[in-house]
């Protein structure tokens, strides 16, 4: 059965750093896409960032460049999200995500599996 974990939310300075963990189990984290998602209070789900089953990298949202990165730990079945130079605008509860597949997307409606969301709270 497939179930997904995330941590590492928390209230954070303007410009702080996070890092969010997706503890993986279940299915193997290098054979499917983790997909990152936010949701902040009022709007639609978003995609922020992935990771398809061969390690590449796609991201969603052009504001996070350069500040977000994705990353696998395959022994430790986790997958990260570092998240720094934080702004208001990144408050949001983020979700990790994954399913039956190998390569990205950023649609969350093709993620069947999710975490139960963690919190993030960035204050100006």
């Known amino acids: 059965q497939v179930k997904l974990v995330d941590s590492g939310g928390g209230l954070v300075q303007f410009g702080g750093s996070l890092r969010l963990s997706c503890a993986a189990s279940?299915?193997?984290?290098?054979?499917?896409?983790i997909g990152w998602f936010r949701q902040a209070p009022g709007k639609e789900r978003e995609g922020v960032l992935c990771?398809?089953?061969?390690?590449?990298?796609?991201y969603y949202v052009d504001s996070v460049k350069g500040r977000f990165t994705i990353s696998r730990d395959n022994a430790k079945k986790t997958v990260y999200l570092q998240m720094n130079t934080l702004k208001p605008e990144d408050t949001a509860v983020y979700y990790c995500?994954?399913?039956?597949?190998?390569?990205?997307?950023?649609?969350?409606?093709?993620?069947?599996?999710w975490g139960q969301g963690t919190q993030v709270i960035v204050s100006s």
């Open positions: 990771i398809s089953g061969s390690g590449g990298t796609t």
């Open positions: 279940g299915f193997t984290l290098s054979s499917a896409a």
């Open positions: 995500a994954t399913g039956p597949f190998y390569y990205c997307s950023g649609a969350s409606r093709d993620y069947p599996d």
